[in-house]
Nanobody, 118 residues
């Protein structure tokens, strides 16, 4: 079992920055990918960014150039640095990770609220 615990959400003004963290604990084995989804009220959960074990990254078009995903392997911690935040970035952000060896199990964090408002 793997536990993912997010931190760093909060209220920020438009144009501001916020950093999220996701600490993995438990039986942390190799991973295929880790990333962040978000879900605003009434919307579907959407993939924001992900990082693969080899270091490649993917971003949603809506956050490219503003958000940066990274991972500290020594600390088993995933990060999402969010700059130039917009009101439409307001959502609950969920960390996930696909852990295992030949087969992978997806684990989710509990979610952290990000609100962009003046």
């Amino acid at each position: 079992q793997v536990q993912l615990v997010e931190s760093g959400g909060g209220l920020v003004q438009p144009g501001g920055s916020l950093g999220l963290s996701c600490a993995a604990s438990g039986t942390v084995t190799s991973f295929y990918a880790m990333g962040w989804y978000r879900q605003a009220p009434g919307d579907r959960r959407e993939l924001v960014a992900r990082i693969f074990s080899g270091g490649n990254t993917n971003y949603a078009d809506s956050v490219k150039g503003r958000f940066t995903i990274s991972r500290d392997n020594a600390k088993n911690t995933l990060y999402l640095q969010m700059n130039s935040l917009k009101p439409q970035d307001t959502a609950v952000y969920y960390c996930y990770g696909d852990f295992g060896f030949s087969t992978f199990t997806r684990y989710w964090g509990q979610g952290t609220q990000v609100t962009v408002s003046s």
